[in-house]
């Protein structure tokens, strides 16, 4: 059985198409970027519009094969940017109308924990989900997911490109191995640390740092801190949701799984405890088709029509559609 699936939930535009053994035939994707600056939801949508076609090519291509040996189509339906998602549903739709096949709507955030099982071989983790709309705590019972903790406004990544765009790091809009680099060579100031039980708040941090660099802080130091601050956050919470549940694996993904320091700081966490600390693979933290793929893949049961498809940009990782 072969799945193609869309993701396209912010910038991110990818194709992918995967077999029954979890084997990636083609993993095509185009990221949207921008001089300066975060998403503009409507710029990205015109870029996907303009290159889904010529990369569905392209994936198709790789795999060489045909859309008439696809069995089914997989989509992200949310969460996500409304213009965004629209551009790879009616992808979705175009060829499932065409080629007759049905179309299972997928959960991004579903497809990044299931991606993370799968190349890390984890059996019953708790998820660290951190990108850049969302911050989560989640496990996985059975079929239900459940929320344990999250931020309590803006999401971890779209918290360090704020920051990044606020002290000039340059181009966009993913700024966070900027960060990370900057940070090498940075010293510390104290920032504040935000926790409330499992969940966390960055927005105040954010302000903080921006007006320390206003006042001439240097961006290396300031860069360093907001890592060691957040982190340390991120790690506090994830401890207590560790100790609460009992697990003995974390798992950590989304785009900001890829920076060293926090997994570190997770890794040396999970030693104390003797737990198991596994990250995503860096080519698959951030938004791929891949993952959107193998979720599919997963949840073949629930493929519908291509008229019964819509998107759900708000739709909670344990909500159903
Ligand atoms: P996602 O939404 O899962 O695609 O993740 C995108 C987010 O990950 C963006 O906010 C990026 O700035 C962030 N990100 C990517 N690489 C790193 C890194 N090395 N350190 C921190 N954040 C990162
Ligand atoms: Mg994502």
């Known amino acids: 059985m072969k799945v193609l699936a869309i993701e396209s939930s912010a910038h991110t535009f990818g194709i992918a198409i995967v077999n029954e053994k979890g084997r990636f035939l083609a993993d095509e994707r185009i990221i949207y970027h921008t001089k300066s600056g975060g998403i503009v939801p409507q710029e990205a949508a015109k870029v996907f519009e303009t290159e889904k076609h010529s990369l569905l090519k392209k994936t198709l291509e790789k795999a060489k094969m045909s859309l008439e040996e696809i069995d089914i189509i997989g989509v992200t339906a949310g969460p996500g940017l409304p213009p965004c998602l629209l551009q790879g549903v009616s992808l979705a739709k175009e060829i499932a109308k065409k080629y007759n096949k049905k179309i299972i709507p997928v959960n991004h955030i579903r497809a990044h924990l299931s991606i993370g099982t799968l190349l890390t071989k984890a059996k019953d983790p708790l998820f660290l989900f951190v990108s850049g709309a969302n911050t989560q705590l989640i496990t996985k019972e059975k079929d239900t997911y459940y929320i344990l903790g999250e931020t309590l406004d803006t999401g971890l990544g779209n918290a360090l490109d704020k920051f990044a765009r606020n002290i000039d790091l340059g181009e966009g809009p993913l700024y ?83 920076n060293k320091r926090l997994t570190a700081m997770l890794d040396i966490m999970c030693k104390e405890r003797k737990a198991a600390c596994r990250a995503v693979p860096m080519y698959y933290a951030g938004d791929q088709a891949a993952m959107i793929a193998w979720q599919a893949m997963q949840e073949k049961e629930n493929a519908k029509n291509p008229e019964e498809i819509d998107i759900n940009p708000r739709w909670r990782v344990n909500q159903k559609l």
Not at 185 to 211: E, H
């Open 176 to 258: 966070g191995p900027k960060i990370e680099e900057y940070a090498k060579k940075g010293r510390y100031i104290p920032l504040t640390y935000s926790v409330k039980g499992m969940d966390v708040a960055f927005s105040g941090i954010v302000t903080q740092a921006t007006n320390l660099y206003k006042k001439g802080a240097k961006k290396e130091d300031l860069c360093y801190s907001m890592q060691e601050t957040i982190f340390a956050m991120l790690t506090e919470i994830t401890e207590r949701a560790m100790a609460f549940t009992g697990k003995k694996e974390l798992l950590l993904i989304g785009g900001v799984a890829a």
